[in-house]
């Protein structure tokens, strides 16, 4: 407990001091010795690096065979505690659960590194995904599991699609595959609302809306950049935009549909702005002006979403990328702006300016911080 802060709550009147005797109670009955489990930690730490290092100079020493097997003895092993063992501690379970995720994926790479087999990312972590997918699904219960899960999807997926638009150039089939993330936007919403593990599948939901608005704000940068209606990728351009802003607002169509309520209407709203965005991009592409008035205006769609739905930090993270999107135009449009010490003056107040503002706005304009349901 920080006795300082403490000591400055009763100073100021916001409590009293058996309200802070009572604080200091509680903490100290549930305090724990973070120094202890500290060095507790590095001395797991070190041993673990002595055994990878032991097998490592050993490695060519050990047959595959055996090696394999006490890779899927560990696996095996690791699952049988997963499945009977009733741990107490939840951030046990969940963290086994993703060592258990960790060794099968490893496995699938073992298996190829000892039988000399090589194949395209995507496939292993495909069959990973058939395999321990579902199981992720089934007892992931934090950001730790989502994470591993929504990420493994996510380079899956766009491992596939660049292999295959390398092999036959078709933009149709790089999109179809890169749009399948934005599911896990809807598909979190849906079971947030029928599974008791509401903090797993609010974070497949807000992988899914992070996907879809960083996807976005990439194409938005790219139609800055390049006239993405130029040349003969131009047609297979526009196919792969089109699916995509038609995978978004079907996303957000069933958003609003599973949650017709403020919060709901404030994700439905994010995820077809992306998708308009993306719609939008190959006819105004070509000019830097017109890509960043496609970024700003999906990030003014965000903040202003965000204050619908009572998001306090998302809105705080827009005000931060129109901010950052305004000083990065103001060098596109003068290129000369680094070129003399005036220049450097005037770039460096215009930057502070930016800033202050993007603060004051941040500070005034935020909604409460919100509470996680």
Not at 304 to 325: E, H, K, P, T
Request: avoid cysteine; charged fraction near 15%; proline fraction near 3%.
């Amino acid at each position: 407990m920080n006795e300082r802060k403490l000591n400055a709550w009763v100073e100021a009147g916001l409590i009293d001091a058996a309200a802070a005797g009572r604080i200091r109670q509680f903490e100290d009955a549930h305090s724990r010795p973070l120094a202890l489990w500290a060095v507790i930690g590095i001395g797991a730490l070190a041993i673990g690096l002595g055994l990878i290092s032991v097998v490592a100079a050993n490695w060519d020493a050990i047959p595959a065979t055996v090696r394999l097997g006490m890779h899927l003895a560990i696996l095996f092993g690791t699952a049988v505690a997963l499945w009977s063992l009733r741990l107490n501690d939840s951030w046990t379970e969940e963290a086994l659960l993703f060592v258990f995720g960790a060794l099968g994926l490893t496995f699938m790479g073992h298996v190829g590194q000892a039988y000399q087999t090589t194949s395209p990312l995507w496939q292993p972590l495909t069959v990973w995904l058939a395999l321990f997918g579902a199981l992720f699904l089934l007892r992931g219960a934090s950001w730790l599991t989502a994470l591993g899960l929504g990420g493994t999807l996510i380079v899956a997926v766009w491992d596939f699609a660049l292999q295959q638009e390398a092999r036959d150039g078709s933009f149709l089939v790089f999109a179809l595959p890169t749009a399948l993330p934005l599911v896990l936007a809807p598909l979190g919403v849906v079971l947030r609302a029928r599974s008791s593990r509401t903090a797993f599948w609010r974070r497949i939901e807000q992988i899914g809306f992070a996907y879809a608005l960083v996807g976005a704000s990439l194409v938005a940068i790219l139609a800055g950049v390049d006239r993405l209606s130029r040349g003969g990728d131009g047609i297979r351009l526009l196919l792969a935009f089109v699916t995509w802003g038609v995978a978004g607002l079907g996303a957000a169509g069933l958003v609003y549909r599973a949650r017709p309520d403020r919060s709901g209407e404030a994700a439905a709203g994010m995820v077809a702005a992306s998708g308009v965005v993306t719609l939008l991009a190959w006819p105004l592409s070509g000019q830097a002006i017109g890509g960043a008035l496609l970024f700003m205006a999906l990030w003014v769609a965000v903040a202003a979403l965000a204050l619908r739905g009572g998001w306090r930090s998302l809105f705080q993270i827009a005000v931060g990328a129109l901010a950052l999107r305004l000083i990065v135009l103001s060098f596109e449009l003068e290129n000369d702006l680094l070129s003399s010490g005036a220049g450097l003056i005037v770039s460096g107040l215009l930057i502070l300016g930016i800033a202050w503002v993007a603060v004051r706005v941040a500070r005034r304009y935020a909604p409460p911080l919100e509470v996680e349901a």
